[in-house]
């Protein structure tokens, strides 16, 4: 395979940085610019978003609650499984310092009207991913759920979201769904 020297000199412009490299051609079937391949191998140095094929999770709701009271509280157990390629560090990073919970990984619930269609809210239940977890390994997440406050049949739908990045779901990432009737 023949392979060559590129050289990449960095160019500051008004707003940014720019990078212009100059050499031979790259081999066939590689990438000349090593984007991709640079932003994967540092993921985990910083704390970042998740690569895009990093959201790929199997979520599982172990003993769902049929009914629930109005308003009530309920912590259930929900198995977590990385189902991508990718490590997932539960704090974004293998460090993650900052005060703020950005690109942590947390399930998270969301209720829905019976017709799984109609959001009644996406703001219930988060909890933080214990630990960093391998492709293929899996975790028991406690969720602190609460019911709507009114009476009725929903869904309670479960995902798991990168703080301030994205939800899973909406990288493409299947969800776990359980109707609960609702009583006062």
Known sequence: MKTSKTFVFPVLLAGGLALFGCGKSAPSGSNPTGEKQTAQANYGETPSPLPENGFKA???????????????????????????????????????????????????????????EKLV??????????????????????????APKNPGDYILDLDLVQEQVAWFHDKGSG??????????
């Open 121 to 146: 809210t996406d703001m219930d239940g988060r909890y933080g991913l214990p630990r960093d977890l391998k492709p293929g390994e899996e975790s028991e997440v406690p969720l602190l759920i609460t």
């Open 58 to 116: 199997q979520i599982t709701l172990l003993d769902p609650p049929a009914k629930l009271r109005t308003g009530q509280k309920q912590t259930i157990e929900v198995k977590v499984k990385n189902a991508s390629d990718v490590l997932w560090y539960a704090r974004g990073a293998a460090v993650n310092n900052a005060p703020s919970n950005k690109f942590y990984l947390a399930l998270a619930d969301r209720w829905f009207e019976a017709d799984g």
């Open 175 to 184: 969800t776990a769904r359980v109707k609960i009737k609702v009583e006062r």
